[in-house]
């Protein structure tokens, strides 16, 4: 039996990918950072399990991730997991790259020009994510999470990946 999920899908990644840099409206942000939030948009039964600050519209956060479904597949614990879709998000970022979408320095993404073309504002059209009021207070609040420390948003997500920005480097 074959079965089908986008964290094995590059193309579903790199749509992920654009989709999330939409949604923060910054012009740079870490590639670890993404993966983050690629994860958390992947996997949303897992933002429960996010450790949020204290800050405006958290308590709503909360409330919406309670609502979410757990998964209906077997899926290994959320660290393996992460560490497995470690060659998607690095394959994608540079699939992107050669795109000329995103430009990565130092484990720093910049969105460049090629960003504003049609082609990727047609992705971004009927985008469930876009419309979606619980995934923009999301990434707000977790944008001013700093990404590294005992209240980063490293620790507050379980999540750990510096290995793959050494990595990501070593290959660019």
Request: glycine share 4%.
């Amino acid at each position: 039996m074959i079965i089908y999920h986008p964290r094995n899908d590059i193309y579903h990644c790199m749509f992920r990918f654009i989709t999330i840099a939409n949604l923060q409206d910054l012009e740079s942000f870490e590639f670890s950072r993404l993966r983050i939030y690629d994860f958390l948009f992947l996997f949303p039964h897992f933002i429960k399990d996010v450790s949020f600050p204290r800050a405006k519209g958290v308590t709503a956060l909360k409330r919406g991730a309670e609502k979410i479904a757990p998964a209906y597949e077997r899926l290994p614990d959320r660290k393996r997991l992460f560490s497995e879709m470690g060659d998607y998000h690095i394959q994608a970022l540079q699939i992107l790259e050669a795109k000329g979408i995103f430009k990565e320095v130092d484990g720093i993404i910049r969105i460049s020009e090629s960003f504003q073309s049609s082609s990727v504002k047609n992705l971004l059209e009927d985008n469930q994510y876009i419309n979606n009021e619980f995934y923009k207070t999301l990434l707000k609040t977790l944008n001013n999470v700093e990404l590294s420390g005992d209240n980063g948003l490293k620790q507050r997500t379980g999540l750990r990946s510096e290995e793959h920005t050494s990595e990501l480097q070593s290959r660019i």
